[in-house]
């Protein structure tokens, strides 16, 4: 049995005072098909994840609870390239 002393996935950093601020949505399907390309550690109680699809991106947030009902809400599309600057940001604490 191997027994992990770190994380293998980043965590988001406390957000900076001058932070852009996003807006968060419940989620909707704009894209038929995505997929989650990267996310935060599962050790806290917030995740977020980078998710792709068909040339667009937007960011997903899961808030875990106790008792398996999660509160998840997601951003507007962005073009990738877009959509991983904020990403950046967002796991800079430049944007929340």
């Known amino acids: 049995m191997t027994v992990l ?6 965590h988001v950093v406390m957000a900076q005072r001058d932070h852009a601020r996003l807006e968060w ?7 038929g098909r ?3 390309v990267a996310w935060t550690c599962f050790c806290r109680a917030t ?3 980078l998710c ?5 991106a937007f960011l997903r947030r899961t808030v875990q609870r106790d008792g398996g009902d999660d509160e998840v809400h997601e951003t507007r599309t ?3 390239g877009e959509a991983r600057v904020i990403w950046t940001a967002l796991l800079s604490g430049r944007a929340r």
């Open 52 to 56: 792709e699809g068909a040339g667009r």
């Open 47 to 49: 995740v977020y994840e």
């Open 34 to 36: 995505v997929r989650s």
């Open 78 to 80: 962005w073009p990738v």
């Open 25 to 31: 949505r419940r989620p909707y399907l704009a894209l």
């Open 5 to 10: 002393d770190a994380c293998l996935s980043p």
